[in-house]
């Protein structure tokens, strides 16, 4: 199973918006409902920031938003602030009795 | 509070067995997946594998089949990661994590363990 492909970086000033891609094929992203997206820090284990593509977990601020369109899932963030900087990993299901695939990760810089 | 708490950091040498820990705690352990996320230096996310504790049914990724065993124990909630023999090209950070499994596949993945650094040199 291939990886998702994202861009490797993306950047923006506090307080703009910035939106980061995930393409996968119709087996994964384009076929299911089931997109993650995971914040990681630096030395620090993933967070869950969205799953089935929208929906945000308890704790997770709205800035945070997700949608998907054909093979493409993309996470946005509003309102950019500094905490925000971090490594961000998409995620899709699969299909039965596979493992799912990430994404190849796509580093947020705050300017 | 479901927490992972995965063992501490390891330093092998290439051929060397190696098992890492991941207790669980705050869920029944027995009626929930948990896998292994591998992250080696400066690359993205993969999965290992993940198995059922109730009845030990175990799913690997293609690519380690063979590579490594995944095991639980239910009466000390614990996961295993373990490898015979170790190559330097185990060096990693390996996480455990507690996914949502619909008919065999992940659909998410809302808690994981802090990682253990495994280190082999050649």
């Known amino acids: 199973q291939s990886a998702l492909t994202q861009p490797p970086s993306a950047s923006g000033s506090p307080g703009q918006s910035v939106t980061i891609s995930c393409t996968g094929t119709?087996?994964?992203?384009?076929?299911?409902?089931?997109v993650s997206w995971f914040q990681q820090n630096p030395g620090k284990a993933p967070k869950l920031m969205i799953y089935e593509v929208n929906k945000r977990p308890s704790g997770v601020p709205d800035r945070f938003s997700g949608s998907k369109s054909g093979n493409t899932a993309s996470l946005t963030v509003s309102g950019l602030q500094a905490e925000d900087e971090a490594d961000y990993y998409c995620s899709s299901y699969a299909g039965t009795d596979n493992l799912g695939v990430f994404g190849g990760g796509t580093k947020l810089t705050v300017l | 509070e479901v927490q992972l708490v995965q063992s501490g950091a390891e330093v092998k040498k290439s051929g060397e067995s190696l098992k890492i820990s991941c207790k669980a705690s705050g869920y029944s352990f027995s009626s929930d997946w948990i896998g292994w996320v591998r992250q080696m230096p400066g690359k993205g996310l993969a999965w290992m594998g993940i198995i059922y504790p109730a009845d030990s049914d175990t799913r690997y990724s293609p690519s380690l089949q063979g590579q490594v065993t995944i095991s639980a124990d239910k009466s000390s909630s614990t996961a295993y990661l373990q490898w015979s023999s170790l190559r330097a090209s185990d060096t990693a950070m390996y996480y455990c994590?507690?996914?949502?499994?619909?008919?065999?596949?992940?659909?998410?993945?809302?808690?994981w363990g802090q990682g253990t650094p495994v280190t082999v040199s050649s």
């Open positions: 994590a507690r996914p949502n499994v619909i008919r065999g596949g992940i659909t998410r993945v809302d808690y």
């Open positions: 119709s087996s994964d992203v384009g076929g299911y409902s089931s």
